[in-house]
């Protein structure tokens, strides 16, 4: 890693500089958490700089990413993403609103994700699961990403709010370019693109609430008074890009991990009990979200103090892979027991993910509709496992082969 002191602020120190780029980090196209981890055992502060996308904080190590994500007080969530003009544009209700203006819109979200209505959708998830492997299972192998992981998240999540499932391949596009862009559409045509989809569904609903989340959440009044048309567009743009590459990229990595582990397939396949222990363990292992917050007042950290204005990343894979933090954090362990709250997949405080159960109720499914009806599988050694790194890292590429003989 080289450094740049070029433009440096007045208060960052030369020892705190690196020259990283979150969205293209050294060697994160064949494993993005080792290129994390090397900021991480870099000796020397937690606290780093980089002039990369506008420059920005990076926190690096697990206590401080924690005591960071929780203080909404210095650090607001306006901002979204250290990509340049994305907060202003998105405008996300309830993802970039401080307390106490986020409290009633969080609410009235979290009503739409209530555990009876995850519970309700998991016969659905079930079929759309049972379908696309009944797809796969006559064949040798399969790209996940492109033939399983892509798809099934996105058909749950269009499945919820009452949207033709055949917009999935286009819905796809878009949530990519959110958390990994590649330069092809601005942020301004990316917000435009989701809500012209989105307006006749937010629309109707508003006027003419259903049965689906979107309506759900919109019959909740906010401090006694009825949703703003533009509050209404903002939040169902939120909902939209958090279901679209978060699961995708979750499930992904998963299945990699028992992919290059044959021993903790083997321990699943026999007790299927273990499932959504494995899952909880899983998740904390292959965190792979990063959030961006700006200092609202200064704040003393690691032995320095960040400046209003300056803009803080903070990594959940650099909390949950901290030894510091968790005892031989690499190694997965079924039987770890955390409470998920304790680590930052999900995040931490305020704005702690309001998607978490159905996240989870997802990937308990896929582990056992896929261990009951697949053959033992491995990575393809004749192709590449490939990963692209952004504010969800997430693998591009995982070609599987099913094992010989099973
Ligand atoms: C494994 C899958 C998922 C992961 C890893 C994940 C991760 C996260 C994280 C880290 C945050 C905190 C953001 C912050 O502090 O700035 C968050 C918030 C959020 N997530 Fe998720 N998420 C997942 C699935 C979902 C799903 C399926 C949905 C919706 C369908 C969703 C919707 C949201 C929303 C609306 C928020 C904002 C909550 C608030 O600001 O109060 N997420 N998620």
Redesign the pocket.
């Known amino acids: 890693m080289t450094t740049l002191v070029a433009d440096l602020p007045p208060h960052v120190d030369a020892d705190r500089v690196v020259d990283f780029d979150i969205y293209a980090p050294p060697g994160a196209e064949q494993d993005f958490f080792a290129a994390w981890l090397a900021l991480q055992r870099r000796p020397g502060p937690a606290m780093l700089w980089t002039a990369r996308n506008g420059g920005h904080w990076i926190a690096t190590r697990g206590e401080v990413i924690r005591t960071l ?1 929780a203080d909404t007080e210095s650090l607001s ?1 306006a901002v ?1 993403s250290v990509t340049p003009g994305l907060g202003t544009v998105m405008q ?1 209700i ?4 401080d307390p106490p203006e ?1 409290k009633p ?2 609410k009235a ?1 979290m009503r739409g ?1 209530a555990s009876q209505f995850i519970v309700a959708i998991e016969p659905q998830v079930i079929d759309v699961a049972r379908a696309l492997i009944a797809s796969l299972a006559g064949r040798d192998g399969c790209e996940f990403v492109a033939e399983f992981a892509e798809i099934l ?1 996105i058909n749950i ?1 269009l499945t ?1 709010i009452g949207v033709p499932t055949e917009d999935r391949a286009m819905l796809r596009e878009l949530g990519a370019q959110l958390t990994r862009p590649d330069g092809s559409m601005t942020v301004a045509q990316l917000c435009q693109a989701a809500d012209d989809y989105l307006a006749p569904y937010v629309e109707s609903r508003l006027a003419q609430p259903g049965e689906d ?1 979107f309506s759900r959440i919109l019959s909740v009044p906010i401090d006694g008074r009825p949703w703003t048309l533009d509050e209404a567009r903002r939040m169902c743009r ?2 939209l890009f ?2 679209l590459d ?2 995708v ?3 992904g990595f998963i299945m990699l991990h028992l992919a290059r582990h044959a021993d903790d397939q083997a321990r699943l396949r026999a007790d299927p009990a273990l499932i959504p222990a494995a899952v909880d363990e899983l ?1 904390r292992r292959y ?3 990063s ?3 700006n200092c609202v007042r200064d704040v003393a950290v690691d032995g320095i103090v960040l400046k209003t204005g300056d803009i803080v990343y ?1 990594p ?1 894979m650099l909390h949950n892979l901290d030894p510091d933090c968790f005892d031989a954090p690499d190694v997965v362990r079924f039987d770890r027991g955390l409470n998920p709250t304790r680590h ?13 159960g ?3 109720m ?2 308990v499914v896929v582990l056992r509709e896929w261990l009951a009806r697949m053959p033992p599988f491995h990575v393809d050694p004749a192709q590449a496992v490939r990963m692209k790194a952004g504010n ?1 890292g997430a693998c591009t590429a995982i070609p599987l082969r099913w094992d010989a003989g099973a």
């Open positions: 994500w969530s979204l996300f309830p993802l970039q609103q986020h819109f969080r979200v994700f998240p999540f919820l989340m939120n909902l958090g279901g978060t699961v990229a979750m499930v998740m965190a792979s979200v959030v961006s917050r903070l959940s930052s997949t999900m995040g931490q405080g305020a704005h702690r993910c309001v998607g978490a159905l996240a989870r997802e990937l969800v």
